[in-house]
């Protein structure tokens, strides 16, 4: 079955400065990437999602590449702010609803 | 919307005893998830419904564990024995179907952190 790695397990940046969270994927047929950030005591959230077709997404200061020959895929924060503090799961899936889930990424922003 | 509910939001048990969690998803959503976050081993998929029947349980860790969905709005996780290794934050979600062979975006519940002792 699919299996996700996710690195870093923590990242700390300053304030305004670029935060980069990698994942490498096993199954060459899965087809859709999500990326979901959970905040303290909720449930996680959809923040940017990818499908195979396409090499890069953007949406305002989030941005998420693919490359489908290694199968990796990075999820890139710029201009970091204080309230993008959360832990990162990045997911893969073959098409299906069912997701594989990463181990997560605690982000802290330092001021 | 409410959004996906779950109930209790904090559960405080024995060894041995029963833990029901409850679940209700977002109206018109036919696709419901029950996962459980450790941080040994992350967010782990249990078991998924799609209009009420189960599709892949595969994730169910042993026969302790059962899932139903008796209605659209409506699901339970069942443990009957707990034990001290089930402490985990479970959450429920849901979504539409596939679209165009798409997979749809995934709506958490705030999860219903487990304690057993």
């Known amino acids: 079955g699919e299996n996700v790695e996710q690195h870093p397990s923590t990242l700390s940046v300053q304030e305004g400065d670029s935060a980069v969270i990698k994942c490498t994927y096993s199954d060459s047929a899965s087809n859709y990437f999500p990326w979901y950030k959970q905040e303290l005591g909720k449930g996680p959230q959809l923040i940017i999602d990818?499908?195979?077709?396409?090499g890069e997404k953007k949406d305002q200061r989030i941005a998420v590449t693919l490359n489908k020959t290694a199968k990796h895929f990075s999820l890139h924060i710029t201009e970091t702010q204080p309230e993008d503090s959360a832990v990162y799961f990045c997911a893969a899936s073959r098409g299906a609803q069912k997701l594989v889930f990463g181990q997560g990424t605690r982000l802290t922003i330092n001021p | 919307d409410a959004g996906v509910i779950q109930s209790p939001r904090h559960e405080v048990t024995e060894m041995g005893q029963e833990v029901t969690l409850r679940c209700k998803p977002i109206?018109?959503?036919?696709?419901l998830f029950w996962y459980r976050q450790t941080m040994m081993r992350g967010l782990e998929l249990l078991i998924y419904?799609?209009?009420?029947?189960?599709?892949?349980d595969s994730g169910m860790p042993e026969d302790r564990f059962s899932a139903k969905m008796p209605n659209a709005s409506f699901s339970t996780l069942k443990i009957q024995p707990s034990e001290p290794r089930d402490s985990a934050v479970y959450f429920c979600?849901?979504?539409?179907?596939?679209?165009?062979?798409?997979?749809?975006?995934?709506?958490f519940g705030p999860g219903t952190r487990l304690t057993v002792t």
């Open positions: 419904f799609n209009n009420n029947v189960p599709i892949d």
């Open positions: 990818i499908r195979s077709n396409v």
């Open positions: 979600a849901s979504s539409l179907p596939p679209w165009g062979g798409d997979p749809r975006e995934q709506y």
């Open positions: 109206s018109g959503h036919d696709y």
